[in-house]
């Protein structure tokens, strides 16, 4: 089952609702550059590694069956307008039959259709993923008591994250079952609680808020995604220079697998 998110509500692309989907193209392997160096008097080349490219994908689409061309052009037209382009992002979400789901945010950047004479057509709709990765819009979540307090820290993988307590050291693995990189979207950190420390100790990385104190009823929300990292407040105000500076705020993430934190 495949489904379009716009505006955050669900729209079928496989119950003849709006169309039929038939096939798609460029839903797989990421594309991506390797990273290379090269000295005055080397052979070849020296492979540094790589960067994922934005992804373009195709999905063949067969609207339904229509009697007349007028008929034919409502159909075309609730389509069209479903795709219309914006600026807000839209979303591609497979359900398979297991229940698993895997989502990627696109924005549309075409639409081609058979012949006009045809009432029973096909359709191209052309989509661009600038973040080509896949993530589970359902998330997961992990839950540890902390010491000295009644709260709880948890951590859905897409990955809302929330901290409280009076004293907190405890750490849990967080399993990303993933097989790419994972940006929390938000970590919430939620008084009464001073001083804390959030660290990914399979990474390295780590978030200290060492000097902060949040009382009860505050928070602190970040958010980690690449082109947002942002730390702000329950008022929505700017946080990030309660920090320290040896926080890794532009490259906090999950690993593939287990990740103790």
Not at 90 to 112: E, K
Request: net charge negative.
């Amino acid at each position: 089952m495949i489904d379009l998110i716009r505006d955050g509500a669900a729209h079928s692309l496989d119950d003849g609702t709006y169309a039929t989907y038939i096939d798609d193209e460029g839903f797989d392997l990421a594309p991506l550059h390797r990273l290379t160096e090269r000295g005055p008097l080397q052979h070849g080349e020296t492979d540094r590694g790589f960067r994922l490219d934005p992804r373009v994908g195709t999905l063949v689409l067969q609207l339904p069956p229509a009697g007349d061309r007028s008929e034919a052009k409502t159909y075309r037209q609730a389509l069209l307008g479903l795709f219309a382009p914006g600026y807000a992002q839209l979303a591609l979400r497979w359900t398979w039959d297991d229940g698993t789901m895997r989502q990627i945010d696109v924005h549309p950047t075409g639409l081609i259709g058979e012949h006009q004479a045809s009432f029973n057509r096909r359709v191209a709709v052309t989509l661009r993923a600038p973040d080509p990765t896949f993530y589970d819009p359902a998330g997961e979540a992990a839950t540890f008591a902390l010491g000295g307090g009644s709260d709880a820290l948890e951590i859905p993988l897409e990955v809302p994250m929330v901290v409280g307590a009076s004293t907190i050291d405890a750490s849990t693995a967080v399993v990303n079952d993933g097989d790419w990189l994972s940006y929390p979207h938000l970590i919430r950190i939620t008084g009464p609680i001073e001083d804390v420390v959030i660290t990914n100790e399979t990474t390295g990385e780590k978030l200290d808020f060492t000097g902060v104190t949040l009382g009860g009823g505050e928070y602190i929300d970040i958010d980690l995604r690449y082109g947002h990292k942002t730390v702000v407040d329950k008022d929505g105000a700017n946080k990030i220079a309660d920090l320290t500076e040896d926080s890794d705020l532009a490259t906090w993430h999950l690993e593939p697998g287990a990740n103790s934190i």
